[in-house]
């Protein structure tokens, strides 16, 4: 069975201590994995695409690894505007090349000042 | 420039009876996602759409979920003789030609109750 999993469910940070959230993943055939942000009451907000391992993608404090089971976002010296949700995703190699996307639960950041 | 707009905002209807869920892309996006998010937990994928056609239903629970996009901008998602259980946010996302994989834009959401 498909299936993604994020750790920790919950993580408390003070400002400026950096972490890392992990996102697990076994599925028959990854077409891309995928990082989003939530803020309460919204929507997610798109973040990252890795496409295979040894990829990293980079933005402002954040940076995402991939490799062959897991992701890994590394969250350096955040911030209070860092809380939030962050989602993880994958899109599954299917014949029908179907758009069907499989998140994990999410881990919720709260960064306190 | 706008985003995507989900409306309403919030439903609550009474057990069996039928509901629509509308969004409105953003402008020029041929790909429109439905995906429906309980507490806690992450977004549950429904259907696709690439233009007015469903290309993936794959995730819609049963014959009680139906979902339209008749000129390829706007989408309905409809459901018959609700139940409890479909309780839940429900998310409306959009992304243009040729966006990387996972490159979507989501609008706020659809709150349904079930009473």
């Known amino acids: 069975e498909d299936q993604v999993t994020q750790s920790p469910e919950a993580l408390r940070l003070q400002e400026g201590e950096s972490s890392s959230l992990n996102c697990s993943y076994t599925?028959?055939?990854?077409?891309?994995l995928f990082w989003y942000r939530q803020d309460p009451g919204k929507g997610p907000e798109f973040l990252f695409t890795?496409?295979?391992a040894g990829e990293e993608k980079e933005k402002e404090r954040l940076k995402a690894t991939l490799t062959k089971k897991e992701s890994f976002l590394h969250i350096t010296a955040p911030k209070p505007e860092d809380s939030a949700t962050y989602l993880c995703?994958?899109?599954?190699?299917?014949?029908?090349?179907?758009?069907?996307?499989?998140f994990g639960p999410g881990t919720r950041l709260s960064v306190l000042p | 420039g706008a985003g995507v707009s989900q409306t309403p905002s919030n439903k609550v209807t009474e057990k069996g009876k039928y509901v629509e869920l509308r969004c409105d892309p953003i402008?020029?996006?041929?790909?429109l996602y439905w995906y429906r998010q309980s507490l806690g937990q992450g977004p549950e994928f429904l259907i696709y759409?690439?233009?007015?056609?469903?290309?993936?239903d794959s995730g819609l629970p049963n014959d009680r979920f139906f979902a339209v996009r008749p000129e390829g901008s706007v989408s309905t998602l409809k459901i018959q003789r609700t139940e409890r259980g479909d309780s839940a946010v429900y998310l409306c996302?959009?992304?243009?030609?040729?966006?990387?994989?996972?490159?979507?834009?989501f609008g706020p959401g659809t709150r349904l109750t079930v009473t």
């Open positions: 996302a959009s992304s243009p030609v040729g966006a990387p994989l996972g490159e979507q834009y």
């Open positions: 599925v028959s055939g990854l077409r891309g």
């Open positions: 890795l496409y295979s």
């Open positions: 995703a994958v899109q599954l190699r299917r014949k029908n090349y179907g758009q069907n996307f499989v």
């Open positions: 402008s020029g996006h041929t790909a």
């Open positions: 759409f690439q233009g007015t056609g469903a290309a993936d």
